[in-house]
Protein backbone atom coordinates (compact mmCIF):
# COMPACT_ATOMS: atom_id res chain seq x y z
CA UNK A 1 0.00 0.00 0.00
CA UNK A 2 3.02 2.07 1.17
CA UNK A 3 4.67 1.62 -2.28
CA UNK A 4 1.35 2.45 -3.82
CA UNK A 5 1.11 5.98 -2.75
CA UNK A 6 4.31 7.18 -3.63
CA UNK A 7 4.03 5.64 -7.10
CA UNK A 8 0.64 8.03 -7.33
CA UNK A 9 2.42 10.82 -5.61
CA UNK A 10 5.38 10.72 -7.78
CA UNK A 11 2.87 10.50 -11.01
CA UNK A 12 0.84 13.48 -10.04
CA UNK A 13 4.25 15.70 -9.23
CA UNK A 14 5.04 14.64 -13.06
CA UNK A 15 1.23 16.06 -13.94
CA UNK A 16 2.04 19.15 -12.09
CA UNK A 17 5.70 19.64 -14.23
CA UNK A 18 4.50 19.16 -17.22
CA UNK A 19 2.09 21.48 -17.13
CA UNK A 20 4.51 24.84 -16.78
CA UNK A 21 6.40 23.24 -19.28
CA UNK A 22 3.66 22.85 -21.67
CA UNK A 23 2.62 26.63 -22.03
CA UNK A 24 5.09 27.63 -23.27
CA UNK A 25 3.49 26.65 -26.34
CA UNK A 26 0.80 29.29 -26.49
CA UNK A 27 3.17 32.18 -27.06
CA UNK A 28 1.24 34.69 -24.83
CA UNK A 29 1.61 34.10 -21.28
CA UNK A 30 2.29 37.57 -20.96
CA UNK A 31 0.13 39.24 -24.36
CA UNK A 32 -1.42 42.46 -24.03
CA UNK A 33 -5.13 43.28 -24.33
CA UNK A 34 -4.60 45.42 -26.89
CA UNK A 35 -7.47 44.70 -29.63
CA UNK A 36 -7.69 46.22 -33.58
CA UNK A 37 -10.40 47.94 -34.51
CA UNK A 38 -11.15 48.35 -38.26
CA UNK A 39 -7.65 46.87 -39.39
CA UNK A 40 -6.02 49.30 -37.28
CA UNK A 41 -3.54 48.56 -33.91
CA UNK A 42 -2.57 50.94 -31.84
CA UNK A 43 0.95 49.52 -29.98
CA UNK A 44 2.30 53.29 -29.07
CA UNK A 45 2.26 51.87 -25.82
CA UNK A 46 4.91 48.80 -26.72
CA UNK A 47 8.57 49.36 -26.94
CA UNK A 48 9.88 46.31 -28.34
CA UNK A 49 13.81 46.72 -26.19
CA UNK A 50 12.08 47.56 -22.90
CA UNK A 51 8.80 45.49 -23.02
CA UNK A 52 9.15 41.58 -22.71
CA UNK A 53 5.58 41.03 -23.22
CA UNK A 54 4.46 39.47 -26.65
CA UNK A 55 1.81 41.27 -28.68
CA UNK A 56 -1.27 39.03 -29.89
CA UNK A 57 -2.18 40.51 -33.20
CA UNK A 58 -5.89 40.27 -32.90
CA UNK A 59 -9.11 41.54 -33.21
CA UNK A 60 -11.02 43.37 -36.41
CA UNK A 61 -8.50 42.79 -39.35
CA UNK A 62 -9.22 44.24 -43.02
CA UNK A 63 -10.56 41.00 -45.24
CA UNK A 64 -10.67 41.33 -48.96
CA UNK A 65 -12.89 37.66 -49.80
CA UNK A 66 -11.67 36.37 -53.16
CA UNK A 67 -9.04 38.80 -53.75
CA UNK A 68 -5.27 38.01 -53.61
CA UNK A 69 -3.94 41.48 -52.92
CA UNK A 70 -0.58 42.80 -52.91
CA UNK A 71 0.56 45.84 -50.18
CA UNK A 72 0.53 48.14 -53.40
CA UNK A 73 -2.44 47.10 -54.96
CA UNK A 74 -4.21 47.81 -51.40
CA UNK A 75 -2.63 51.04 -51.14
CA UNK A 76 -4.24 51.89 -54.84
CA UNK A 77 -7.37 49.88 -54.47
CA UNK A 78 -10.92 51.64 -54.21
CA UNK A 79 -12.39 48.17 -52.95
CA UNK A 80 -14.37 48.62 -49.65
CA UNK A 81 -13.01 45.85 -47.38
CA UNK A 82 -15.17 43.57 -44.32
CA UNK A 83 -13.48 44.29 -41.50
CA UNK A 84 -13.58 40.10 -39.75
CA UNK A 85 -12.78 39.07 -36.27
CA UNK A 86 -9.12 37.18 -36.24
CA UNK A 87 -8.08 35.15 -35.89
CA UNK A 88 -10.92 32.67 -36.94
CA UNK A 89 -11.25 30.40 -39.77
CA UNK A 90 -13.56 32.37 -42.26
CA UNK A 91 -15.70 29.41 -42.88
CA UNK A 92 -17.04 30.38 -39.26
CA UNK A 93 -18.00 33.82 -39.70
CA UNK A 94 -20.71 35.98 -40.86
CA UNK A 95 -21.15 39.28 -41.67
CA UNK A 96 -24.33 40.80 -41.92
CA UNK A 97 -25.42 37.35 -43.36
CA UNK A 98 -22.72 37.01 -45.84
CA UNK A 99 -20.73 33.21 -44.91
CA UNK A 100 -17.86 31.99 -46.33
CA UNK A 101 -17.23 28.09 -47.62
CA UNK A 102 -13.94 26.41 -46.44
CA UNK A 103 -12.55 26.63 -49.71
CA UNK A 104 -11.58 30.19 -51.45
CA UNK A 105 -8.67 32.72 -51.27
CA UNK A 106 -9.06 36.10 -49.58
CA UNK A 107 -6.12 39.16 -48.39
CA UNK A 108 -5.95 40.32 -44.02
CA UNK A 109 -4.59 43.46 -44.33
CA UNK A 110 -3.64 45.25 -40.42
CA UNK A 111 -2.27 48.55 -40.15
CA UNK A 112 0.05 48.54 -36.85
CA UNK A 113 1.01 52.30 -35.13
CA UNK A 114 3.74 51.81 -33.67
CA UNK A 115 6.11 53.79 -30.99
CA UNK A 116 8.56 56.34 -32.16
CA UNK A 117 11.19 54.59 -30.14
CA UNK A 118 10.71 51.12 -31.70
CA UNK A 119 11.63 52.44 -35.24
CA UNK A 120 14.54 50.79 -37.08
CA UNK A 121 14.73 48.22 -33.42
CA UNK A 122 14.70 44.13 -34.16
CA UNK A 123 11.21 43.12 -34.14
CA UNK A 124 10.22 39.10 -34.30
CA UNK A 125 6.40 37.65 -35.82
CA UNK A 126 5.58 34.56 -35.30
CA UNK A 127 3.36 33.64 -38.39
CA UNK A 128 0.97 30.81 -37.94
CA UNK A 129 -0.10 27.96 -40.35
CA UNK A 130 -2.57 29.53 -42.07
CA UNK A 131 -5.04 27.49 -44.74
CA UNK A 132 -3.46 25.69 -47.60
CA UNK A 133 -0.79 28.29 -48.47
CA UNK A 134 0.14 31.85 -47.67
CA UNK A 135 2.29 34.75 -48.42
CA UNK A 136 3.41 37.21 -45.72
CA UNK A 137 4.26 41.39 -46.54
CA UNK A 138 5.77 44.20 -43.85
CA UNK A 139 6.49 47.31 -45.35
CA UNK A 140 5.28 45.94 -49.06
CA UNK A 141 7.89 43.15 -49.00
CA UNK A 142 7.61 39.74 -48.91
CA UNK A 143 9.16 38.25 -45.73
CA UNK A 144 7.37 34.93 -45.71
CA UNK A 145 5.63 31.89 -47.66
CA UNK A 146 4.67 28.83 -47.19
CA UNK A 147 3.06 26.86 -50.27
CA UNK A 148 2.03 28.83 -53.47
CA UNK A 149 -1.30 30.72 -52.95
CA UNK A 150 -3.91 30.26 -55.85
CA UNK A 151 -7.10 30.96 -56.75
CA UNK A 152 -8.25 27.60 -57.57
CA UNK A 153 -7.12 24.02 -56.33
CA UNK A 154 -5.13 23.64 -59.34
CA UNK A 155 -2.72 26.69 -59.47
CA UNK A 156 -2.47 25.97 -55.19
CA UNK A 157 0.53 24.23 -53.78
CA UNK A 158 -0.12 23.25 -50.40
CA UNK A 159 1.91 23.41 -47.66
CA UNK A 160 1.32 25.64 -44.47
CA UNK A 161 4.14 25.45 -41.44
CA UNK A 162 4.43 28.18 -38.50
CA UNK A 163 7.80 30.53 -38.85
CA UNK A 164 9.20 33.53 -37.18
CA UNK A 165 10.53 36.22 -39.28
CA UNK A 166 12.78 39.29 -37.98
CA UNK A 167 12.48 42.54 -39.76
CA UNK A 168 12.82 46.18 -38.81
CA UNK A 169 10.68 48.93 -39.73
CA UNK A 170 11.86 52.85 -40.46
CA UNK A 171 8.19 53.71 -40.54
CA UNK A 172 5.84 54.49 -37.74
CA UNK A 173 3.05 52.74 -39.26
CA UNK A 174 3.66 49.31 -39.96
CA UNK A 175 1.64 47.46 -42.70
CA UNK A 176 1.12 43.49 -42.72
CA UNK A 177 -1.15 41.94 -45.57
CA UNK A 178 -1.15 38.34 -45.59
CA UNK A 179 -2.47 36.13 -48.43
CA UNK A 180 -4.38 33.07 -47.46
CA UNK A 181 -5.87 30.55 -50.11
CA UNK A 182 -7.22 27.20 -49.11
CA UNK A 183 -8.40 24.18 -51.32
CA UNK A 184 -7.10 21.40 -49.43
CA UNK A 185 -8.06 20.93 -46.13
CA UNK A 186 -11.29 21.68 -43.31
CA UNK A 187 -9.09 24.20 -41.77
CA UNK A 188 -9.06 27.30 -43.28
CA UNK A 189 -8.19 31.20 -42.74
CA UNK A 190 -6.49 32.85 -40.06
CA UNK A 191 -7.06 30.33 -37.56
CA UNK A 192 -4.28 31.11 -35.34
CA UNK A 193 -2.93 34.10 -34.05
CA UNK A 194 0.21 36.06 -35.46
CA UNK A 195 2.68 37.55 -32.00
CA UNK A 196 4.70 40.34 -32.04
CA UNK A 197 7.39 40.66 -30.04
CA UNK A 198 11.17 41.46 -29.67
CA UNK A 199 13.62 38.43 -30.68
CA UNK A 200 15.62 37.98 -27.63
CA UNK A 201 12.53 38.14 -25.11
CA UNK A 202 10.08 35.03 -24.47
CA UNK A 203 8.64 34.87 -28.36
CA UNK A 204 11.91 33.10 -29.34
CA UNK A 205 12.80 31.40 -26.38
CA UNK A 206 8.91 30.07 -25.82
CA UNK A 207 9.06 28.67 -29.70
CA UNK A 208 11.82 26.91 -29.57
CA UNK A 209 10.85 25.96 -25.83
CA UNK A 210 7.56 24.19 -26.81
CA UNK A 211 10.03 21.96 -29.28
CA UNK A 212 12.45 20.98 -27.56
CA UNK A 213 10.01 19.67 -24.86
CA UNK A 214 8.32 17.92 -27.86
CA UNK A 215 11.47 16.87 -29.05
CA UNK A 216 12.40 15.33 -25.38
CA UNK A 217 8.46 13.56 -25.43
CA UNK A 218 9.96 11.65 -29.35
CA UNK A 219 13.09 10.87 -27.75
CA UNK A 220 11.54 9.25 -24.80
CA UNK A 221 8.76 7.52 -26.74
CA UNK A 222 11.56 5.99 -29.36
CA UNK A 223 13.15 4.65 -25.85
CA UNK A 224 9.67 3.23 -24.42
CA UNK A 225 8.73 1.53 -28.01
CA UNK A 226 12.20 0.16 -28.31
CA UNK A 227 12.06 -1.21 -24.80
CA UNK A 228 8.55 -2.84 -25.21
CA UNK A 229 9.79 -4.02 -28.50
CA UNK A 230 12.81 -5.90 -27.20
CA UNK A 231 10.75 -7.28 -24.43
CA UNK A 232 8.56 -8.45 -26.96
CA UNK A 233 11.45 -9.75 -29.08
CA UNK A 234 12.46 -11.91 -26.60
CA UNK A 235 9.64 -13.22 -25.28
CA UNK A 236 7.11 -13.71 -27.91
CA UNK A 237 4.41 -14.31 -25.45
CA UNK A 238 4.18 -10.89 -24.08
CA UNK A 239 1.92 -9.86 -26.24
CA UNK A 240 1.01 -6.23 -24.26
CA UNK A 241 4.44 -5.23 -24.44
CA UNK A 242 4.37 -5.80 -28.41
CA UNK A 243 1.23 -3.89 -28.47
CA UNK A 244 2.66 -1.07 -26.00
CA UNK A 245 5.68 -0.98 -28.54
CA UNK A 246 2.98 0.25 -31.38
CA UNK A 247 1.01 2.35 -29.01
CA UNK A 248 4.62 4.39 -28.68
CA UNK A 249 5.93 4.88 -32.20
CA UNK A 250 2.06 5.53 -33.42
CA UNK A 251 1.94 8.43 -30.96
CA UNK A 252 5.60 9.42 -31.45
CA UNK A 253 4.95 9.75 -35.42
CA UNK A 254 1.80 12.06 -34.75
CA UNK A 255 4.24 14.10 -32.83
CA UNK A 256 6.56 14.72 -35.49
CA UNK A 257 4.06 15.46 -38.10
CA UNK A 258 1.81 17.76 -35.49
CA UNK A 259 4.94 20.03 -35.30
CA UNK A 260 6.13 22.55 -38.22
CA UNK A 261 9.79 23.08 -36.48
CA UNK A 262 10.73 19.36 -36.33
CA UNK A 263 9.23 18.71 -40.00
CA UNK A 264 11.14 21.57 -41.50
CA UNK A 265 14.13 20.73 -39.95
CA UNK A 266 14.20 16.76 -40.09
CA UNK A 267 11.74 16.21 -43.26
CA UNK A 268 12.00 19.42 -45.46
CA UNK A 269 11.15 17.27 -48.56
CA UNK A 270 7.30 16.18 -46.42
CA UNK A 271 4.57 16.43 -48.38
CA UNK A 272 1.42 17.89 -47.53
CA UNK A 273 -0.89 15.09 -48.65
CA UNK A 274 1.29 12.42 -46.61
CA UNK A 275 1.63 14.90 -43.16
CA UNK A 276 -1.94 15.19 -43.23
CA UNK A 277 -2.54 11.47 -43.90
CA UNK A 278 0.10 10.09 -41.33
CA UNK A 279 -1.89 12.71 -38.48
CA UNK A 280 -4.90 11.25 -38.86
CA UNK A 281 -4.17 7.92 -39.72
CA UNK A 282 -1.70 7.95 -36.16
CA UNK A 283 -4.64 9.31 -34.52
CA UNK A 284 -7.31 6.08 -35.92
CA UNK A 285 -4.32 3.32 -35.55
CA UNK A 286 -3.58 4.63 -32.17
CA UNK A 287 -7.08 3.87 -31.00
CA UNK A 288 -7.19 0.50 -32.95
CA UNK A 289 -4.01 -0.66 -30.76
CA UNK A 290 -4.87 1.01 -27.62
CA UNK A 291 -7.76 -1.16 -27.16
CA UNK A 292 -6.18 -4.20 -28.04
CA UNK A 293 -3.62 -3.00 -25.34
CA UNK A 294 -5.86 -2.61 -22.96
CA UNK A 295 -8.05 -5.52 -23.35
CA UNK A 296 -4.37 -7.29 -22.96
CA UNK A 297 -3.72 -5.70 -19.94
CA UNK A 298 -7.62 -6.39 -18.27
CA UNK A 299 -8.38 -9.67 -20.44
CA UNK A 300 -11.25 -9.85 -17.83
CA UNK A 301 -12.88 -6.59 -18.02
CA UNK A 302 -13.01 -6.57 -21.59
CA UNK A 303 -17.05 -6.83 -22.99
CA UNK A 304 -17.78 -9.11 -25.84
CA UNK A 305 -18.97 -6.93 -28.79
CA UNK A 306 -17.83 -3.49 -27.88
CA UNK A 307 -13.76 -3.83 -28.09
CA UNK A 308 -14.79 -5.30 -31.44
CA UNK A 309 -16.99 -2.74 -32.60
CA UNK A 310 -14.22 -0.20 -31.88
CA UNK A 311 -11.60 -2.26 -33.98
CA UNK A 312 -13.81 -2.32 -36.83
CA UNK A 313 -14.55 1.39 -37.09
CA UNK A 314 -10.85 2.63 -36.47
CA UNK A 315 -9.51 0.00 -39.09
CA UNK A 316 -12.45 1.28 -41.68
CA UNK A 317 -12.10 4.91 -40.83
CA UNK A 318 -7.63 4.16 -41.40
CA UNK A 319 -8.58 2.67 -44.91
CA UNK A 320 -10.90 5.56 -45.66
CA UNK A 321 -7.89 7.86 -44.85
CA UNK A 322 -5.72 6.31 -46.80
CA UNK A 323 -7.82 5.88 -50.53
CA UNK A 324 -8.97 9.39 -49.72
CA UNK A 325 -7.18 12.87 -50.19
CA UNK A 326 -6.66 15.40 -47.64
CA UNK A 327 -9.48 17.75 -48.79
CA UNK A 328 -11.54 14.84 -48.02
CA UNK A 329 -10.68 13.23 -45.22
CA UNK A 330 -10.04 16.27 -43.31
CA UNK A 331 -13.38 17.20 -43.36
CA UNK A 332 -14.39 13.76 -41.19
CA UNK A 333 -13.09 15.01 -37.85
CA UNK A 334 -15.99 14.52 -36.31
CA UNK A 335 -15.90 10.54 -36.73
CA UNK A 336 -11.83 11.00 -35.55
CA UNK A 337 -13.38 12.67 -31.83
CA UNK A 338 -16.49 10.35 -31.89
CA UNK A 339 -14.35 7.32 -32.00
CA UNK A 340 -12.09 8.60 -29.63
CA UNK A 341 -15.46 9.58 -27.78
CA UNK A 342 -16.22 6.05 -27.67
CA UNK A 343 -13.01 4.46 -26.66
CA UNK A 344 -12.81 7.24 -23.31
CA UNK A 345 -15.88 6.64 -22.29
CA UNK A 346 -16.14 2.44 -22.91
CA UNK A 347 -12.73 2.49 -20.89
CA UNK A 348 -13.86 5.20 -17.96
CA UNK A 349 -17.36 3.79 -17.43
CA UNK A 350 -16.97 -0.02 -18.30
CA UNK A 351 -13.65 -1.67 -18.21
CA UNK A 352 -11.21 0.52 -15.48
CA UNK A 353 -14.56 0.65 -12.93
CA UNK A 354 -14.78 -3.01 -13.29
CA UNK A 355 -11.24 -3.81 -12.73
CA UNK A 356 -11.24 -1.67 -9.69
CA UNK A 357 -13.68 -3.00 -8.19
CA UNK A 358 -12.40 -6.54 -8.40
CA UNK A 359 -9.17 -5.34 -7.26
CA UNK A 360 -7.00 -5.91 -10.29
CA UNK A 361 -3.30 -4.27 -9.78
CA UNK A 362 -2.90 -0.52 -11.18
CA UNK A 363 -6.60 -0.68 -12.49
CA UNK A 364 -6.74 2.86 -10.39
CA UNK A 365 -3.79 4.67 -11.65
CA UNK A 366 -4.37 3.44 -15.36
CA UNK A 367 -7.58 4.83 -14.97
CA UNK A 368 -6.61 8.09 -13.84
CA UNK A 369 -4.22 8.50 -16.52
CA UNK A 370 -6.76 8.33 -19.20
CA UNK A 371 -9.23 10.10 -17.52
CA UNK A 372 -6.49 12.70 -18.32
CA UNK A 373 -6.27 11.57 -21.62
CA UNK A 374 -9.87 12.09 -22.59
CA UNK A 375 -10.14 15.62 -21.07
CA UNK A 376 -7.28 16.81 -22.95
CA UNK A 377 -8.70 15.17 -25.59
CA UNK A 378 -11.86 17.17 -25.60
CA UNK A 379 -9.61 20.63 -25.04
CA UNK A 380 -8.27 19.34 -28.79
CA UNK A 381 -11.68 18.86 -29.59
CA UNK A 382 -12.33 22.91 -29.22
CA UNK A 383 -9.00 23.76 -30.14
CA UNK A 384 -9.52 21.80 -33.74
CA UNK A 385 -13.48 22.67 -34.14
CA UNK A 386 -14.05 25.48 -31.76
CA UNK A 387 -10.88 27.13 -31.53
CA UNK A 388 -11.62 27.82 -28.22
CA UNK A 389 -8.64 26.25 -26.45
CA UNK A 390 -5.14 28.39 -26.00
CA UNK A 391 -2.70 25.25 -26.69
CA UNK A 392 -3.12 21.24 -27.78
CA UNK A 393 -2.54 19.61 -24.30
CA UNK A 394 -2.77 15.84 -25.25
CA UNK A 395 0.81 14.58 -26.27
CA UNK A 396 1.61 15.49 -22.26
CA UNK A 397 -1.67 13.15 -21.43
CA UNK A 398 -0.45 10.66 -23.92
CA UNK A 399 3.33 10.64 -22.30
CA UNK A 400 2.00 10.52 -18.61
CA UNK A 401 -0.09 7.61 -19.73
CA UNK A 402 3.22 5.94 -21.20
CA UNK A 403 4.77 6.63 -17.98
CA UNK A 404 2.35 4.77 -16.44
CA UNK A 405 2.05 2.09 -18.69
CA UNK A 406 5.91 1.15 -17.99
CA UNK A 407 5.76 1.28 -14.32
CA UNK A 408 2.16 -1.48 -15.02
CA UNK A 409 4.55 -3.48 -17.52
CA UNK A 410 7.51 -3.11 -15.21
CA UNK A 411 5.79 -4.28 -12.32
CA UNK A 412 4.16 -7.27 -14.33
CA UNK A 413 7.66 -8.25 -15.55
CA UNK A 414 8.64 -8.55 -11.65
CA UNK A 415 6.06 -10.07 -10.79
CA UNK A 416 6.85 -12.71 -13.30
CA UNK A 417 10.37 -12.45 -12.39
CA UNK A 418 10.18 -13.08 -8.84
CA UNK A 419 7.32 -15.92 -9.30
CA UNK A 420 10.79 -17.42 -11.49
CA UNK A 421 13.18 -16.95 -8.13
CA UNK A 422 10.56 -18.73 -5.98
CA UNK A 423 10.50 -22.03 -8.73
CA UNK A 424 13.94 -21.18 -8.69
CA UNK A 425 14.52 -21.56 -5.19
CA UNK A 426 12.51 -24.39 -4.71
CA UNK A 427 13.81 -26.35 -7.21
CA UNK A 428 17.44 -25.97 -6.22
CA UNK A 429 15.98 -26.68 -1.98
CA UNK A 430 15.27 -30.10 -3.84
CA UNK A 431 18.35 -30.43 -5.75
CA UNK A 432 20.12 -29.99 -2.51
CA UNK A 433 18.37 -32.14 -0.72
CA UNK A 434 17.87 -35.03 -3.49
CA UNK A 435 21.25 -36.37 -2.76
CA UNK A 436 20.91 -36.74 0.93
CA UNK A 437 16.90 -38.50 0.06
CA UNK A 438 18.78 -41.02 -2.60
CA UNK A 439 21.56 -41.54 -0.16
CA UNK A 440 18.60 -42.61 2.78
CA UNK A 441 17.15 -44.76 0.32
CA UNK A 442 20.22 -46.29 -0.97
CA UNK A 443 21.08 -47.60 2.29
CA UNK A 444 17.51 -48.98 2.88
CA UNK A 445 17.92 -51.18 0.02
CA UNK A 446 21.38 -51.90 0.45
CA UNK A 447 19.67 -53.50 4.08
CA UNK A 448 17.02 -55.00 2.93
CA UNK A 449 19.54 -56.90 0.47
CA UNK A 450 21.92 -57.40 3.07
CA UNK A 451 18.14 -58.87 5.15
CA UNK A 452 17.37 -61.03 1.83
CA UNK A 453 20.40 -62.27 1.72
CA UNK A 454 20.78 -63.36 4.78
CA UNK A 455 17.12 -64.86 4.82
CA UNK A 456 18.36 -66.72 1.17
CA UNK A 457 20.89 -68.33 3.51
CA UNK A 458 19.05 -69.71 5.85
CA UNK A 459 16.65 -71.29 3.27
CA UNK A 460 19.16 -72.62 1.50
CA UNK A 461 20.30 -73.82 4.53
CA UNK A 462 16.83 -75.60 5.44
CA UNK A 463 17.06 -76.79 2.28
CA UNK A 464 20.24 -79.02 2.81
CA UNK A 465 19.26 -80.06 5.82
CA UNK A 466 15.39 -81.22 4.66
CA UNK A 467 17.28 -83.11 2.01
CA UNK A 468 19.68 -84.57 4.16
CA UNK A 469 16.41 -85.81 6.72
CA UNK A 470 14.88 -86.98 3.80
CA UNK A 471 18.17 -89.13 2.83
CA UNK A 472 18.63 -90.67 5.95
CA UNK A 473 14.89 -91.83 6.31
CA UNK A 474 14.75 -93.46 3.19
CA UNK A 475 18.18 -95.46 3.68
CA UNK A 476 16.55 -96.76 6.99
CA UNK A 477 13.83 -97.43 5.14
CA UNK A 478 15.47 -99.37 3.27
Known sequence: MIRNKTIYTLLFLLLLLTFPLNTSDVFAAATAPTSAKNGELDLQHWVPSTSSENITLEGEWAFYWNKLLTPEEIKNSTIAPLYVRAPAEWSKLNIDGQTFPHEGYATYHLSIRLNENALNEPIALKVPSSGSAYKVWINGQLLAQSGTVGTT??????????????????????????????????RNG???????????????????????????????????GVFFFFTYFFRRQNSIALLSSCCAFIF?????????????????????????????????????????????????????????????????????????????????IHFQFLNLGLVGFYHLFYVYPLAIYRKRRWALSNFLAILFVVLT???????YIENTASM???????????????????????????????????????????????????????????????????????????????????????
Open 252 to 332: CIRLIVTDDYILLHYFPESSFATVYTLEYLMASLGMLFLVLYISKLFPNEKHRFIPKLIIAFSAGYSLFILVTPPEIFTYT
Open 377 to 383: LINDWFY
Open 190 to 224: MSSPFIIGHPDTTLLESFFHGTTLKLMFIGSLLII
Open 392 to 478: LLHYISMFIFFVIQIVTVAHQLGQAHKQLEDLTNELTHVNTNLEHIVDERTKKLLEVNMELAASNEKLKNVEISRRKLFSNISHDIG
Open 153 to 186: KEQETPWTTSQIIYFTSDKQTLDLVVQVSNFHKR
